[in-house]
């Protein structure tokens, strides 16, 4: 078998693997998530392809109690985070015009007074995929943040530790996201023997 074709199959093989084994974590049966930034739930590693977390979060009536909802969680190395989708939505007050506040930084904790340690942040809400569906694409508005100050990335998020938090004050909100994650592209022969050979050529470059 060729072994491009064997790369395929093998990614093919894992595919179903995380499909079958997807991390899921609902409150009503794994318990309420952390609302302590300094002591975020550990949810562990996220398997290849969806993991789901479903929950409640925000204030009834926006006098309640607020609920924050906060997780750490790992990617491991050769795989990156290339989706955070919000598939569910609904609230108490059964407004669907609600801004809620997300943040995401690296390591085992998010500093919850200062958003200039944040990797990103922004603000998210209800929308749809065009057929009545819920979607907003949390990824691509973190991705395009921060909107409170913070550090930024660009793309995809690698491996590494990462913790969560969304934050709701005016409202009760039910969410379902769906953080997807996918294999790092691995170079064909072909492409990684190119690159060593350009590597090779701007080492002599600098050498002369």
């Given at each position: ?166 934050q709701e004050g005016s409202d009760q909100v039910n969410y379902t996201i769906d953080f997807v994650t ?27």
């Amino acid at each position: 078998m060729p072994f491009p074709r064997f790369l395929s199959v093998l990614a093919a093989s894992a595919l179903l693997c995380g499909a079958a084994q997807a991390l899921d974590w609902n409150e009503t049966f794994n318990g309420d998530l952390s609302d302590d930034g300094a002591a975020p739930t550990l949810v562990g590693t996220l398997t290849l392809g969806h993991n789901i977390f479903t929950g409640t979060m925000g204030s009834l009536g926006g006098t309640g109690p607020l609920d924050a909802d906060i997780w750490n969680f790992t990617i491991d190395a050769g795989m990156s985070l290339t989706g955070i989708n919000l598939t569910g939505y609904s609230t108490t007050s059964g407004s669907l015009s609600n801004d809620s506040f997300m943040a995401i930084a690296t390591g085992s904790s998010i500093e919850t007074s200062d958003p200039s340690l944040h990797l990103s942040n922004a603000l998210w809400g209800y929308g749809t995929d065009g057929f009545g569906n819920t979607y907003t694409d949390l990824l691509a508005l973190l991705d395009a943040g921060p909107e409170f100050g913070g550090i930024g990335f660009d793309g995809p998020l690698p491996s590494g530790n990462y913790t969560f938090w969304i934050q709701e004050g005016s409202d009760q909100v039910n969410y379902t996201i769906d953080f997807v994650t996918s294999p790092v592209p691995v170079p064909e022969p072909g492409s990684a023997l190119l690159l060593g050979l350009a590597g090779l050529l701007l080492l002599r470059r600098r050498r002369a």
